[in-house]
């Protein structure tokens, strides 16, 4: 634990409570030479707009700073009959840009010269206050202001409010000495996110590959023998490209032939009524219902939207007007093993008519599928539900990991910049370490 300063005094403050006693505190709008709203320019008007940064003046949107740090391009740029239009300000590179509405809290860097919308308020500090400092200091305001906002019957901020947010000023050479400590251990903090992220993505990539290859190919040698199957099969061409070679005995079907797709039924939010059934649209759950239109288990399957993702439920279900399902009453094949065909069969790309996103019924009926005899299709399922828990095992860990990653990210600035902890030393020597 690092240690904190010799002396301490109350800040009069809740969530700040005992500060050090040689820092200053005062409201935000004090510690600022200049703050500047943005607008938008009429969006109708063309010559409003320019086509790239180099014939206009960049235009900050809450987009381009979804990544925090510094703004330094983007999406949209205003001509100089723009800026007139809505009288933008041109805010220096350093700028603070902070997000008043949409994403409240959010909090960038300019890298660049450039106009906000009026989402965002641009922010320059006085002589008194290091930019990165103040960058840090509306970092650690997010959790106090979330609660603010959650309190208040509007969610939003306005430039006033912000002028009111209590700001602590250390001495400037101090100030200089946190916003160096953290810009090294939030590089660090995030750099093992990355990885952890980066693991994700390898499991999630790992479980693909692994459902494609068992679907088509059939079990691994050792896993064949443990159920009591060929561990080293005949195979033979498919005729199908993307499938390849199977396994002798397999036959190779369109789908209209295994399965039928059932059309899911219209259900409002209105005519939702609280209940313990699952309502599926394209993308996943959507909520709940006291009905289902299924029977148990099912595998619901984008339409509309997201069109082509595969789900399953254990227990019966409610699929909505945007999805095909597929129960029971809909094929003989093992669900399970029918639900991992679904899912390598790349159905997103099956539909051929490109003016109305989605996917058809009769193009994915199309379909060419692997389909082993009943006894196999369940132990492949039985393998793939194993590998897949082992899977959701440490992809919940790295999750785990990513959140509490980000609880110390947020804990290391609060402690830094409201003096819980001093890091001058540490700043001096590039040492990092926790709190």
Not at 300 to 321: M, P, Q, T
Not at 341 to 356: F, N, P
Not at 397 to 413: C, D, G, N, T
């Amino acid at each position: 634990m690092k240690r904190g300063y010799d002396t301490y005094h109350n800040s009069g403050v809740e969530w700040l409570a005992d500060i050090p006693g040689h820092w200053g505190l005062t409201r935000l709008g004090m510690a600022l030479s200049d703050s500047v709203a943005g607008g938008t320019p009429n969006t109708s008007a063309d010559h409003y707009w320019a086509e790239s940064d180099e014939d206009g003046m960049p235009w900050v949107a809450i987009g381009d700073m979804s990544d925090g740090g510094i703004v330094d391009c983007t999406e949209k740029s205003v001509t100089e009959a723009g800026l007139m239009d809505a009288r933008l300000q041109p805010l220096p590179p350093g700028t603070i840009v902070y997000s008043m509405y949409a994403s409240v809290g959010a909090v960038a860097v300019l890298g660049i010269t450039a106009v906000t919308n009026q989402a965002i308020l641009g922010l320059i500090p006085s002589n008194d206050v290091e930019s990165p400092y103040l960058y840090w200091w509306l970092h650690a305001l997010r959790s106090p202001v979330s609660a603010l906002t959650r309190s208040n019957t509007q969610a939003n901020l306005n430039a006033d409010t912000v002028h009111r947010f209590p700001i602590l000023v250390p001495p400037l050479e101090e100030q200089e000495q946190i916003g160096a400590y953290l810009d090294r251990e939030t590089a660090r903090i995030d750099k093992l996110i990355t990885m952890q992220e980066s693991l994700i993505e390898r499991l999630d990539e790992y479980r693909a590959a692994l459902i494609t290859q068992v679907v088509s190919k059939g079990l691994p040698p050792e896993a064949a023998e443990a159920m009591g199957l060929d561990p080293a099969p005949a195979l033979k061409d498919s005729g199908v490209a993307w499938l390849g070679e199977v396994p002798e005995h397999w036959a190779a079907l369109h789908l209209r032939h295994i399965c039928r797709f059932a059309y899911g039924d219209s259900l409002t939010l209105e005519d939702r009524v609280q209940g313990e059934i699952p309502v599926y649209g394209s993308n996943g759950r959507v909520g709940f219902h006291n009905e289902a239109n299924t029977s148990a288990p099912v595998i619901v399957v984008g339409r509309k939207g997201s069109h082509g993702k595969v789900n399953f439920e254990l227990g019966r279900a409610f699929a909505i007007d945007t999805t095909y399902f597929v129960d029971e009453t809909c094929t003989a094949s093992d669900l399970r093993w029918l639900c991992y065909v679904l899912m390598s069969a790349d159905l997103a790309d099956v539909s051929k008519d490109s003016a109305v996103p989605g996917l058809s019924r009769e193009d994915a009926y199309a379909k060419y599928l692997p389909h082993p005899p009943i006894a196999e299709q369940k132990a492949i399922a039985e393998y793939l539900d194993a590998q897949s828990g082992r899977i959701d095992t440490l992809r919940s860990k790295a999750e785990l990991s990513i959140e509490r990653l980000h609880e110390y990210r947020s804990a290391v600035i609060s402690a830094a910049v409201t003096g819980k902890i001093d890091v001058r030393d540490e700043a001096l020597a590039g040492v990092g370490g926790g709190v």
